[in-house]
């Protein structure tokens, strides 16, 4: 048997006078940012019915990360972090001590595998736009003794500028307790440094950057410490990242997440080279 309120909506629809007539009333859905007509379609993006993707923005914005430490283990596996959605950028890093990591899932994405001038590490990087399909991240360490990988996830990024090679730049250092970051670039740039040491414990990112996930290697073991932060793209350096001790080797690669430009002018606070503000200038 019909819900007797569903018979009664049926029969007695509500009715608005639209300054001329009366007439039934549309329905309406909350898109993100206003009241808007129903749409015929909705889809489940993780988290709740959606009317439509999200807006791309400029800057894509950090939602959730996760991380591991593997040692003596074939394959690394990470679940994606909670409340992803979908078009969420999920970016997967894996550092392993020796050899070439493998992204076993999900299928059907191709890493940037990076290899530096030491045999000490390599490093794997795979970007891409969440359909709600994906499961685990599962890397393949092959021999590796150690190695360390983390998912960030990143919202309102543009999927139509996916790229198959996120890093933009990358730098190898040895024997430092500095290691430099190189000038921001457009869109959100994400700073991912290595380090392979016995004693690093503790670390601090310079000002203008939020630090992230970061994966120390454990105290007295020779392993691969992984740190990460964020900024806007500024296009100038912001300082280095201060490590507690010297370590045989670190590199620091800028990996971008793709937005789509507003078109107006970027100022970064805090950052003397990109933050000149002149009269006509607004702060929002």
């Not at 048997?1 to 007439?23: C, E, I």
């Not at 988290?47 to 939602?63: C, D, L, M, N």
């Not at 139509?160 to 307790?177: A, G, R, Y």
Request: contains cysteine.
């Amino acid at each position: 048997m019909a819900d007797p309120t569903d018979l009664a909506r049926t029969y007695n629809p509500t009715m608005v006078w639209d300054g001329s007539k009366w007439g039934e009333a549309s329905k309406k859905v909350w898109d993100g940012t206003q009241w808007a007509a129903m749409p015929t379609v909705l889809f489940w993006d993780g988290t709740a019915w959606r009317p439509k993707p999200p807006v791309p923005r400029e800057f894509a914005a950090f939602s959730g990360s996760n991380k591991g430490n593997y040692k003596n283990t074939r394959y690394a596996g990470i679940p994606t972090p909670a409340g992803v959605r979908v078009n969420d950028f999920v970016v997967s890093i894996c550092a392993n001590m020796k050899g070439f990591p493998k992204l076993v899932s999900p299928a059907g994405h191709l890493p940037q595998v990076i290899s530096p001038s030491t045999d000490e590490m390599s490093f794997a990087v795979v970007c891409w736009p969440y359909t709600g399909q994906e499961g685990d991240v599962v890397w393949d360490l092959g021999g590796s003794p150690q190695a360390a990988c983390m998912n960030l996830l990143y919202r309102n990024g543009d999927v139509s500028n996916q790229s198959v090679t996120p890093v933009s730049d990358m730098q190898l250092h040895k024997d430092v307790d500095k290691v430099p970051l190189m000038p921001s670039k457009d869109y959100t740039s994400v700073f991912v440094a290595l380090a392979v040491s016995r004693q690093v414990s503790s670390y601090a990112w310079p000002e203008g950057v939020l630090p992230r996930e970061a994966v120390v290697g454990r105290f007295g073991s020779y392993e691969i410490s992984a740190f990460t932060a964020d900024t806007p793209g500024a296009g100038a350096s912001l300082g280095a990242l201060q490590l507690n001790t010297k370590v045989d080797a670190a590199a620091m690669y800028l990996v971008t997440i793709p937005g789509r430009s507003d078109g107006k002018p970027t100022w970064i606070l805090g950052d003397a080279a990109a933050s000149v503000l002149g009269k006509t200038t607004y702060l929002q």
